[in-house]
């Protein structure tokens, strides 16, 4: 391999590589950090810590895969934790959009004074093959000046198995210390299964 085909510009993939070795440097992309199971033991789960929630990194992506609920219709929404504390006082704002199986309609919600913010499934169903997934966003938790910002888009079955999408926006607007938890919590019963997973997001 001549000196000329790796540069500080790049490879030249032209030439022949055989790598041996380790290599190291910092990496880009995604940093798996945790995973939680639900398991039917509690109505809520909790993903991200003080320790996890750092400086390291300005944007979490959370993840939902295989949700399920222990009760019929329930609904699954989402509290933020600050300073350890769950936050289930009335000062969630959001915005909310929604599209459902069989009708081309989007339908609109927002409200100024939520105890939560809602929906990361609305009216889930219970059946066989019945169940949720979401991808969501936590902008920059530890930082003690602004307001959080939690994006999130779902996908749920509900309880006609009729398939529904949420895009939602929230933030909690009564307190601006540091995101140390995001409660994901059904609305009835327990959470019954499913598994939530926590990325940080390099910075570039």
């Given at each position: ?8 510009t790049g490879i030249d ?161 009564a307190d601006t210390g ?27």
């Amino acid at each position: 391999m001549s000196k000329t085909t790796v540069a500080s510009t790049g490879i030249d993939l032209s030439d022949t590589f055989a790598f041996t070795g380790t290599v190291t440097g910092t990496p880009t992309g995604l940093t798996f950090l945790q995973g939680v199971d639900a398991d039917n033991s509690a109505a809520a789960i909790t993903v991200g810590s003080s320790s996890l929630f750092s400086s390291t990194y300005k944007v979490y992506l959370l993840q939902g895969i295989n949700l399920t609920m222990a009760t019929d219709t329930a609904n699954m929404h989402v509290q933020f934790l600050i300073s350890g504390s769950t936050k289930s006082d009335a000062y969630y704002r959001y915005v909310r959009t929604r599209m459902y199986a069989g009708s081309s309609t989007v339908s609109g919600y927002a409200s100024q004074g939520d105890t939560q913010i809602p929906y990361v499934g609305e009216s889930i169903g219970t059946s066989a093959g019945e169940n949720g997934y979401f991808t969501a966003y936590l902008y920059n938790p530890s930082d003690t000046n602004d307001y959080k910002t939690f994006q999130m888009i779902s996908g749920t079955q509900d309880s006609s198995r009729d398939q529904q999408q949420n895009v939602t926006s929230g933030t909690y607007k009564a307190d601006t210390g540091a995101v140390t938890g995001i409660s994901f919590f059904s609305s009835s019963g327990n959470i019954a299964a499913g598994r939530f997973n926590l990325y940080g997001i390099a910075n570039a």
